[in-house]
């Protein structure tokens, strides 16, 4: 009997706790608001001057006398680990 009874009760705690949450965040939805726009901002710029920057490393690497697939293997590698570079490196071609 005891089994039974926490079991109903599971679906009301996790109902109630969703609803704080979703109280939590509308309340708190005015001060996030920019706080979520600067650093959306600040990760779109980042990712432009990394765009821009990106043909002068490789440059630099081909410069020095880098292994003729270190600088596509760098750029390979920055677009597997940065979402989104890949279309501002488009971008940027065109």
């Known amino acids: 009997m005891d089994t039974l009874k926490a079991s109903s009760e599971r679906p009301w705690t996790a ?3 969703v609803h704080q949450g979703l109280a939590l965040w509308i309340a708190s939805y005015p001060v ?3 706080i979520l726009e600067q650093f959306t901002e600040r990760v779109t710029t980042g ?3 990394l765009a821009e920057s990106l043909p002068r490393v490789t440059e630099i690497l081909k410069e ?3 292994r003729p697939d270190a600088s ?3 750029v390979r590698e920055l677009v ?3 979402p989104g570079l890949d279309q501002l490196l488009q ?3 065109n």
């Open 72 to 74: 596509d293997r760098l």
């Open 64 to 66: 020095t006398g880098a």
């Open 80 to 82: 597997a680990a940065i």
């Open 32 to 34: 996030l608001l920019p």
């Open 47 to 49: 990712l432009d001057q």
């Open 15 to 17: 109902l109630h706790a």
């Open 91 to 93: 971008k940027a071609d």
